[in-house]
């Protein structure tokens, strides 16, 4: 698992509020957790899990796009190279998750992210890129806002980081589009 | 003067606490599209449960939807008031719920209400 992470002493650099961090966030950076983690903290379980279930979502969307036969080479391509990055998004959450002591949601059906994201009206490719662009677009948004919720400051760099691959993926996305870049500056978040 | 006192405390009684401010349905819209849209939608429940008839529902509410339990107990209605204040801090709101994303401009806040004010 590529790491989320570094440089690794910037974040066991930490008070004793900072130990049960310290094991979410050395399996979100693909190391093992200390032997002795605290007691997690449910409410950033639970912040996780909602960026896990986005996740979730995300894979499932490329999937749908990437077998509708509507995308054709090179976009083809870059879809599964985006859904290669949810599926590492969502390892690192899951350990992270259990790490803290919670259970990671589970995967919905491809069918009922058909449903959720009304595939059905998906005919050309760029109806999917649309819809690609407006999913990642919104997960930026979603990890940039949960970012003050987080009671582990470290986790909140980690939706950071998460935050600027999906602004990578809607970047390149509306450049595919001919999308207009944001005309004014911090467009995201807020 | 002690009646003038009474009237005080009276009107106090019966004001909202935070009268949320008229918003623009329109910019709420644009909104939605970019910051909630990554986990609503109006008409399916995704990783949040849909939005249509969110005014006057109570929290917790949309059947088939899989909530905390903090939101299963909840026995607040959604209007204008405490959408705002679910928005500003989900968490001061219902401790224990699991959104967590917080709308920090009072503004955004208004209009985002005005929006799903719309979806009924």
């Known amino acids: 698992m590529q790491s989320l992470i570094q440089p690794r002493r910037n974040f066991l650099a930490v ?3 900072g130990v049960l961090s310290a094991t979410a966030v050395a399996v979100l950076a693909g190391r093992a957790a200390p032997a002795k983690a ?3 903290s449910m409410a950033d379980v639970n912040i996780l899990n909602v960026a896990l279930g986005l996740e979730h979502e995300a894979i499932g969307a490329y999937e749908l796009g990437a077998k509708s036969g509507l995308l054709q080479k090179p976009a083809l391509d870059v879809a599964v190279l985006f859904q290669s990055h949810h599926k590492a998004h969502r390892d690192a959450l899951a350990a992270a998750i259990a790490s803290l002591g919670g259970k990671a949601v589970e995967t919905k059906s491809l ?6 994201l009304n595939a059905g009206t998906l005919k050309s490719q760029t ?7 407006r999913l990642e677009l919104g997960a930026t948004n979603a990890y940039l806002g949960v970012i003050p919720a987080f009671k582990d400051a470290k986790l909140g760099q980690v939706a950071a980081r998460l935050a600027a691959d999906e602004t990578m993926h809607w970047t390149a996305l509306s450049g595919t589009l001919s999308r207009a870049l944001p005309a004014t500056a911090l467009s995201f978040g807020a | 003067m002690r009646r003038f006192a009474c009237a005080g405390l009276l009107i106090a009684a019966i004001t909202p606490v935070a009268a949320v401010a008229a918003g623009d349905g329109a910019r709420g ?6 910051r909630c849209i990554g ?3 109006i008409e399916a429940d995704r990783i949040g449960p849909r939005h249509r008839g969110l005014i006057g529902r109570r929290a ?9 339990p903090a939101l299963r107990a909840a026995t607040l209605v959604w209007d204008a008031a405490t959408l705002d204040r679910w928005l500003t801090d989900p968490e001061a709101t219902i401790p224990g719920q699991r959104m967590s994303y917080r709308v920090g401009a009072a503004r955004d806040r208004a209009d985002l209400i005005a929006y799903l004010t719309t979806a009924r």
């Open chain 2, 60 to 68: 917790g509410s949309v059947a088939g939807f899989e909530y905390s």
């Open chain 1, 111 to 116: 069918d009922d992210y058909a449903k959720a």
């Open chain 2, 29 to 34: 819209r644009e909104l939605y599209e970019t």
């Open chain 1, 127 to 133: 109806d999917v890129l649309m819809l690609a662009a």
């Open chain 2, 39 to 41: 986990c609503h939608s």
């Open chain 1, 38 to 40: 605290q007691t997690a």
């Open chain 1, 15 to 17: 008070s004793g509020a």
